[in-house]
């Protein structure tokens, strides 16, 4: 299994990026997707998460910012960051648990390789 990001960048204060992350490989389906970011010299941390159904749940910080969304037909998920912020500058990771054993429903959760996103003038 694989998951690849794409999307990151370097975006001014107020501005706007929109990430992607697509799962590929062995999978019968997949439960909570996330994105978490990695600041310099500070732990990783959640962002935003989506359920198979399509429930949200955000960190305090992006609330009202950030949108997590995701396309179950083409194992992907996205990440609309609006009215960026300069503290929001991190690599940005998404995470998903894959099931990829349609007969035992086993999954295992999975990392892509992550994409900066720089926010500066």
């Known amino acids: 299994v694989q998951l690849v990001e794409s999307g990151g960048g370097l975006v001014q204060p107020g501005g706007s990026l929109r990430l992607s992350c697509a799962a590929s490989g062995n999978i019968f389906s997949i439960n909570t997707m996330a994105w978490y970011h990695q600041a310099p010299g500070k732990q990783r941390e959640l962002v935003a998460t989506i359920t198979s159904g399509g429930r949200t749940n955000y960190a305090d910080s992006v609330k009202g910012r950030f949108t997590i969304s995701r396309n179950n037909a083409n194992n992907t998920v996205y990440l609309q960051m609006n009215s960026l912020k300069p503290e929001d500058t991190a690599v940005y990771y998404c995470?998903?648990?894959?099931?990829?054993?349609?007969?035992?429903?086993?999954?295992?959760?999975?990392w892509g390789q992550g994409t900066q996103v720089t926010v500066s003038s």
């Open positions: 995470n998903a648990d894959i099931i990829y054993s349609r007969a035992t429903m086993r999954s295992l959760h999975y």
